[in-house]
């Protein structure tokens, strides 16, 4: 029998990069808010350590064992029996991933909101991708504006504008959409081989710039700039110079006095009244049940266990899941085409490049092939992939460097010699690459695997696409070029396959829409037969651009909270 506590004005299910944004505009406007958190607080003097096999090899940086027993499993067809992946890109934390997320902080290009309709008008109804749904989101670029310049300036964000109210500055990104302002800070500082790429990219004709980080270039609110320490790109930061939600806007909302953090609270089902309408949601904690009453619930967990949730949270008027009236969850899911799914580049230079440790987000960017940003007449296929030249390399990982064919085996003296002289001459670049959802790949309830509770793990259903490997293949084609003009003497990589078993960029599976037949939530984020629930983090996106979503599911995330309290009657009524 589940504890009944008093009721609130909001609950938020999850507090990392996007739970973790959303509790500020709601406890600024007045509401009291619980934020229920699998993990707990993390303690940065402790818990992140300077250790290659702690952060990297074994990925210790987590509280709890909670993502640990519902990692998905993942087939290619609908005939294959799912395998279980070994690992999950999802982290337990009061912060969530924002604590060990690579902390690039991008805004979407504008022609990521309508690719529909802008490939229909430039190159005809044709050169849309065979089995894609992709359709426009129901929010343009000048609409998210306003919520990108929040998230960059509450969050803390480093980089350098591109253009300005439409004034453009080739030192930023040329290809970028009008922003209000500059960014709060200047990007993190350079390097002999980033300085290296950004003259190479200017010589061969690209337009280089440096990309944005969730990084303090200098100190920030009360917080220290980066010590280039080397160690967050799979951890946290121990100085809190990385702005992870648990040092920028939780705090911000617990000054407030309007916000409650519930930690290793464990939700299991979102509930609802008989009319739809949500009610509150149902959590473990310490061995005991919880009904915790609300008048709206956010649900922002990361896109599998938001996919998972609604699909487990099933009642006499949502008999197939919440929000699934008309099938629809699980639906348009995709993981970003990365390097990940093998299209990633890698150089070997004759020369030392000097680029240990620092931060992977301390990069050199090229979007010259990125988004519609080139005429794609006669390529047999739309969007592309931002290029990405970056620092941070440690000894472990050096060691397991692409031997480019030079070595006969990958163990012994021969090898151990090759290792020795070129571990530091060897360097990846980052190509992300545009991602579409197709009928092909969706996510449902596993019927075989479940959880510790019995309750079915999600299921990744994932086919060949026809778009993403011609834009990677192009795209790492430009990497190539780049690298051999820095001056690399062997060059490898850009074939990708199928796309990522499952990705750190998972998106979709409960898309925003205006038309409830093709989509789970509205333009503002709510389940179109539940206006009091609300959907945050990459779950809700249509399409992923050629670059990481974090800053975008923020952003969303901020307008999905603040609709909220601009229409708490009608939302709650």
């Not at 794609?376 to 620092?391: E, N």
């Not at 249509?542 to 009608?570: E, I, S, V, Y």
Request: negative net charge.
């Amino acid at each position: 029998m589940a504890i009944n506590l008093p009721e609130t004005d909001v609950v938020v299910v999850g507090l990392g990069a996007a739970g973790g944004v959303a509790v500020l505009p709601l406890t600024r406007a007045g509401l009291q808010v619980i934020g229920l958190e699998a993990g707990t607080w993390m303690n940065p003097a402790q818990d992140y350590k300077a250790d290659e096999i702690h952060n990297n090899v074994r990925a210790l940086v987590t509280t709890g064992n909670k993502v640990g027993r519902e990692v998905p499993t993942f087939r290619n067809t609908p005939d294959q029996v799912a395998r279980q992946a070994a690992r999950h890109p999802m982290m337990n934390a009061v912060g969530g991933t924002s604590i060990h997320y690579h902390a690039q902080s991008w805004r979407l290009n504008p022609w990521d909101f309508r690719i529909h309709s802008s490939t229909i008008e430039r190159y005809g109804a044709g050169y849309l991708p065979e089995g894609s749904t992709v359709e426009d989101w129901p929010v343009s670029y000048n609409e998210m504006e306003p919520y990108y310049d929040s998230i960059e300036y509450e969050v803390g964000v480093s980089g350098k504008a591109g253009n300005i109210q439409g004034r453009i500055d080739p030192a930023g990104n040329i290809f970028e959409g009008p922003r209000q302002r500059e960014y709060p800070m200047p990007p993190l500082r350079s390097c002999d081989y980033l300085d290296l790429m950004t003259q190479t990219a200017k010589d061969i004709g690209f337009h280089p710039y440096r990309g944005p980080a969730a990084i303090n270039s200098q100190p920030y609110e009360g917080r220290p700039g980066c010590a280039f320490h080397g160690y967050c790109d799979r951890g946290g930061c121990h100085i809190r110079a990385k702005s992870s939600t648990d040092v920028t806007t939780i705090p911000k909302a617990q000054a407030t006095g309007n916000l409650s953090v519930v930690d290793n609270a464990n939700v299991r089902r979102i509930e609802c009244d008989n009319t739809g309408k949500v009610t509150g949601v149902t959590y473990l904690r310490d061995g005991e049940t919880y009904f915790q009453p609300a008048r709206a619930v956010l649900l922002g967990c990361y896109t599998y266990e938001n996919i998972r949730m609604l699909l487990l949270s099933r009642s006499p008027f949502h008999p197939d899941g919440l929000g699934n009236n008309r099938g629809q969850v699980g639906r348009h899911y995709f993981g970003h085409w990365d390097a990940q799914a093998g299209v990633g580049v890698s150089a070997l230079f004759p020369f030392d490049l000097n680029i240990w440790y620092g931060a992977i987000a301390q990069g050199v960017m090229v979007d010259d092939w990125a988004d519609d940003n080139f005429d794609h007449s006669g390529m047999g296929f739309i969007g592309g992939a931002s290029l990405h030249a970056y620092t941070e390399k440690h000894p472990i990982g050096a060691a397991g460097m692409n031997t480019f064919g030079r070595t006969g085996r990958r163990w012994g003296s021969e090898w151990k010699s090759f290792i020795r002289e070129n571990a530091g001459r060897w360097t990846s670049a980052y190509v992300q690459t545009t991602t579409l959802p197709y009928n092909n790949t969706w996510a449902d309830l596993d019927p075989d695997v479940t959880d510790p509770f019995g309750d079915p793990v999600l299921r990744i259903t994932s086919g060949p696409k026809p778009n993403e490997p011609l834009a990677a293949a192009h795209a790492a084609g430009k990497m190539i070029e780049w690298f051999r003009a820095a001056g690399a003497i062997e060059v490898t990589g850009g074939q990708g396959g199928n796309g990522p078993a499952l990705s750190t960029h998972a998106h979709g599976g409960t898309r925003m829409g205006l038309n409830p037949d093709t989509s789970v939530v509205d333009a503002f984020g709510f389940v179109h037969d539940a206006p009091n629930l609300g959907l945050i983090g990459g779950s809700v996106m249509g399409t992923a651009g050629a670059r990481n979503p974090t800053q975008t599911l923020q952003a969303l995330a901020w307008r999905t909270a603040q609709h909220l309290a601009d229409n708490w009657d009608t939302r709650t009524a």
